[in-house]
């Protein structure tokens, strides 16, 4: 049983300015709930009892979404509005979360390093904290942890992507094994269509044997001084089985603008409250963009 999930949270959000000068991207909401509470439900689902999420300076937000706070539920219970303290009370018991800091931004390899003493001697699931997955089956890091213990290995996401946007993701050279499971020979990142041996992107969620710390610590920085969790896994596919699981679901990256915006509206037509009002007025929309 994988217990632990580490979430990587503490980076610059660049791509979502000007917004994220003072709010961290995992604090962005589709419709009323910030990202990082859609990653820490998902683990939580997924039958995850301990979270460490890792941030850095100016993300206070999220460890205070995180914070019972008992005059605001004292309020709500005064006003009539038990609903919606039950709601908050919900997110307070969610799961034991623990929080990191990382130091210096080095980069996805080095967050998920802040996490070896939390993590210890077992697998770990990795969320990052600006992606949510949605799934009609069952929550997409409880899919990867399955084929985790299936195969005692550590076990990446993947996405098809369209083959000629492999150039923007991490891709990986692998062979089926089974439905939705490849086992993984390499990882290329970025790879031009012509010279992607896979449209397989790797996809936000991991479940890491505890063997990626030692790949970790010797990986050398690359590109802006960053440490590559990629670089680390294709130094261990080397020499330790890993694999990948074609996950049944989707999933939206919110640090990316125009992910953002089609997810919010995805996301409001799953509320029955929304649903209605949202529709009619998609399809006036859809009728005035035609004119
Ligand atoms: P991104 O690759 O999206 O990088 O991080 P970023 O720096 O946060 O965002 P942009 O590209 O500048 O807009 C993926 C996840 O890894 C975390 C981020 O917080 C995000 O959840 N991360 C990234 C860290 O925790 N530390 C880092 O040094 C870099």
Not at 2 to 10: C, D, L, M, S, Y
Not at 97 to 109: P, T
Not at 127 to 136: A, C, R
Request: proline letters at 6%.
């Amino acid at each position: 049983m994988i217990r632990k999930a580490v979430i990587p949270a503490a980076g610059f959000g660049t791509r979502f300015l000007p917004f994220t000068k003072s709010v961290p991207k995992e604090m962005i909401p589709l419709v009323d709930k910030p990202v990082i509470q859609y990653v820490v439900e998902e683990a939580v689902a997924a039958g995850i009892t301990d979270i460490l999420i890792v941030v850095s300076s100016g993300k206070m937000a999220i460890q205070e979404h995180f914070n019972p706070d008992p005059g605001l539920l004292a309020r709500l219970e005064d006003n009539g509005r038990s609903a919606l303290a039950d709601e908050l009370r919900a997110i307070d018991r969610m799961a034991r979360l623990h929080f990191v800091y990382q130091q210096e931004l080095k980069g996805l390899g080095d967050a998920v390093l802040q996490a070896r003493g939390f993590v210890g001697d077992e697998p770990f699931a990795v969320l990052l904290g600006d992606t949510v997955t949605t799934s009609e089956v069952s929550p997409v890091i409880g899919q990867l942890c399955a084929v985790s213990r299936q195969k005692g290995a550590s076990v990446v996401a993947l996405e098809e992507v369209p083959w000629e946007k492999t150039s923007r993701y991490g891709v990986i050279d692998g062979t089926a094994v089974a439905e939705s499971v490849y086992k993984v020979k390499t990882f290329i990142e970025k790879p031009s269509p012509d010279e992607a041996p896979s449209n397989l992107a790797i996809a936000a969620r991991y479940v890491f044997t505890p063997e990626i710390f030692g790949f970790l610590e010797n990986t050398i920085p690359g590109k802006g001084g960053e440490i590559q969790l990629t670089d680390a896994m294709r130094e261990m596919v080397r020499t330790i089985p890993m694999y990948g699981c074609r996950f049944d679901g989707r999933r939206h990256d919110i640090g990316d603008k125009l992910e953002f915006i089609k997810a919010t509206v995805e996301f409001s037509l799953k509320r029955p409250e929304f649903r209605d009002n949202v529709g009619v007025w998609l399809k006036d929309l859809s009728t005035r963009l035609e004119d």
